[in-house]
């Protein structure tokens, strides 16, 4: 029988370098991640406003709040037409844009410099900018232009009501489009132009070629990125917050939680709405996990 | 016309650029993205443009893009009235300790799972994957309300008053970048494809994990380093809630990003028109210009792991 303290060790010989190392790394991750994350479960059972710690324990009183809390009911709905919306535009232009450019040998350098600049911008200064251009006004960027065409102006974001959140889509897109496009490229560019040539010589045509060799090619991305999108909806936040504020019609999961916890101060209630959100954000990880994760096993058995 | 004879691959090649109606279609795709260009770099210009202007040339019902005459002199008067200098440096403090922070420590950790591989990293990888669509957001009274315990002990314990230490404020600013999963798998994927010869090589040689990670493994990482840590600099210089709510006290160590939000968002101070567009043009200059410099390195980054900022 061995001795199980020359186990222990041997054990503690083996890993110990290991374990020094990655220490200060998840004592950050342990501070800044998992402590919070887990003090958010234990706020939303109590009754705290104020940041003050001592408060009574109530249950699930705070979860009950803010599912009778018409904002964040609100806020759960638009996240459901946000992720519609961001289907329909955001998610088809970047497939789109990078089509288009794989195709070109023209000026490919300066339109894809081009169209990644707005990521670059930082969000609310973006944003920021967008709250010029769809002013109500007829000062507004957008009106001024429209004016300059001959058509009266326009009251963007209000009328009608819903059309607050696709155009907040579409200046999500304007932004993001182009980063998601070097990805769909990068694969592209990976096609062999044999698949292309058998296809051609097969007699199909430049339709039936790009649904046969393109698409199939970026469908294990479109899958991962789908999943990403619907993730990213999950966060907006400063987009509705500057352009939109209070209009209900647009209000976001996070911007709710912002304004319960932060600007309210109802700690509690914030926590509660915390949780929730987490909790969707958590189950979407682990499919995207799992997908990406067959995917990588896909490669290797090739 | 010389370029697409000799195109080879893709869905349109030389061979279908023969025909007349295959040029006329690849002529309107080329077209369609010179107005897709334009509506990319249009908001930018528009504001850099209008920062020129009086009040009166930009909030007016005929558009024009170009401002009648550009005054240099505008910008460094609204630069000195504001004392952007200041929020600039803040900026750039919070940037520089924030990618330190970023590459050590989230290179350390990903070091450690990837490579030492010590008993139960595992385990540690999917705790911290797990986290990887969280945004900070969701946490910040807890996180904000730890932070301020944290500060009040030390505080106890060397007998002084830390909010008024200047810059301490700061610490935590950066150290968040410290545990973040996005980085942490960015740098795991790179080194998980390092031949595991060259780390057995060293071993052998006598050198203990530290020297490994110091003298190969990060000589060997400078690739991934640097888009670490240009996602950093973007990352940090854009963040605004965290820093908002360190600087309440002292807002003369605010950085610029914290300036903007205050401004639109939380309309704290009355500002003029005129600011309000020069403080978001001098936001989105630095990262710009990181972007024009950095952009080939980005691309490259996006195609090898198929992961974006």
């Known amino acids: 029988m061995q001795n199980p303290f020359s186990n222990s060790r041997k054990f503690m010989k083996k890993n110990m370098g290991g374990y020094l190392l990655i220490l200060p790394s998840l004592l950050l991750f342990t501070f800044f991640v998992w402590l919070p ?11 705290i406003t104020n940041y003050t710690m001592d408060g009574t324990f109530v249950g699930f009183d705070n979860y009950k709040a803010i599912f009778n809390n018409p904002l964040f009911l609100r806020s759960l709905f638009n996240t459901l037409q ?30 894809r410099t081009g169209l990644n600049i707005p ?37 963007w974001l209000y009328s009608p009501p819903w059309s607050a959140i696709p155009l907040i889509v579409l200046t999500m897109t304007w932004k993001s489009a182009g980063a998601t496009m070097l990805i769909y490229l990068a694969v592209l560019q990976t096609i062999d132009e044999s698949y292309y040539e058998a296809a051609r010589i097969e007699g199909a045509n430049a339709w039936q070629r790009m649904r046969i060799v393109t698409f199939p090619t970026l469908l294990t991305n479109i899958k991962t990125l789908l999943i990403l999108q619907i993730i990213a909806v999950f966060q907006v936040f400063y987009e509705p917050l500057l352009l939109t504020k209070q209009n209900p019609y647009s209000y976001s999961l996070l ?34 996990l799992k997908v990406t994760s067959t995917n990588e096993g896909k490669v290797r058995k090739r | 016309m010389k370029k697409l004879k000799r195109k080879r691959g893709g869905i349109f090649n030389f061979s279908d650029y023969k025909s007349l109606k295959a040029r006329i279609l690849y002529l309107l795709v080329i077209i369609l993205l010179v107005i897709i260009f334009i509506i990319s770099i249009f908001p930018p210009l528009w504001l850099l443009l209008s920062s020129f202007k009086e009040t009166d040339q930009v909030l007016t019902k005929n558009f024009s893009l170009f401002p009648k005459s550009i005054e240099l002199i505008r910008i460094v008067e609204v630069w000195n009235q504001f004392d952007f200098g200041r929020y600039y440096l803040n900026s750039f403090l919070l940037v520089a300790g924030a990618v330190i922070s970023s590459i050590l420590f989230n290179g350390l950790l990903a070091y450690g799972v990837a490579v030492i591989k010590p008993k139960g990293s595992h385990v540690i990888d999917l705790l911290v994957m797990s986290t990887l669509m969280i945004p900070a957001i969701i946490n910040i009274s807890p996180l904000y309300m730890n932070i301020v315990n944290l500060f009040n002990s030390l505080g106890d314990i060397f007998n002084t008053n830390v909010w008024n230490i200047p810059y301490f404020t700061y ?8 545990a973040n999963a996005y980085y942490y798998i960015l740098f795991r994927i790179y080194f998980a494809k390092i031949p595991k010869t060259i780390f057995d090589a060293a071993k052998i040689d006598g050198a203990n994990n530290w020297q490994i990670f110091r003298y190969i493994l990060v000589p060997l990482s400078i690739p991934i380093i640097s888009v670490v840590g240009i996602f950093t600099i973007i990352a940090a210089w854009s963040d605004f809630l965290l820093p908002s709510l360190m600087t309440q006290i002292n807002q003369s160590e605010q950085p610029i990003m914290v300036k903007l939000y205050n401004m639109f968002v939380n309309q704290t101070a009355q500002v003029t028109f005129q600011e309000r567009l020069m403080t978001i043009m001098f936001s989105i200059i630095p990262p710009i210009i990181l972007f024009v410099i950095f952009q080939k390195r980005i691309a490259e980054n996006v195609a090898t792991t198929g992961l974006k900022e």
Do not use: C
């Open chain 1, 255 to 288: 911007q709710i939680l912002y304004k319960t916890a932060i600007q309210d101060m109802e700690v509690s209630e914030g926590a509660a709405m915390g949780v929730v959100v987490a909790l969707f954000l958590f189950i979407l990880t682990f499919i995207y």
């Open chain 2, 171 to 178: 610490l935590p600013l950066w150290l968040i970048y410290g």
């Open chain 1, 82 to 111: 946000y992720i519609f919306w961001s289907l329909i535009i955001g998610f088809m232009v970047p497939i789109f844009l990078a089509v288009l450019l794989s195709e070109i040998v023209h000026f490919k350098g300066l339109f």
């Open chain 1, 119 to 155: 990521n670059f911008i930082p969000g609310i200064a973006a944003m920021a900018i967008w709250v010029y251009f769809f002013r109500s006004e007829q000062s507004g960027v957008l009106n001024s232009l429209l004016n300059n065409l001959g058509i009266s102006q326009v009251n």
């Open chain 1, 37 to 47: 994350l887990l003090k958010n479960v234990q706020l939303s059972f109590y009754d």
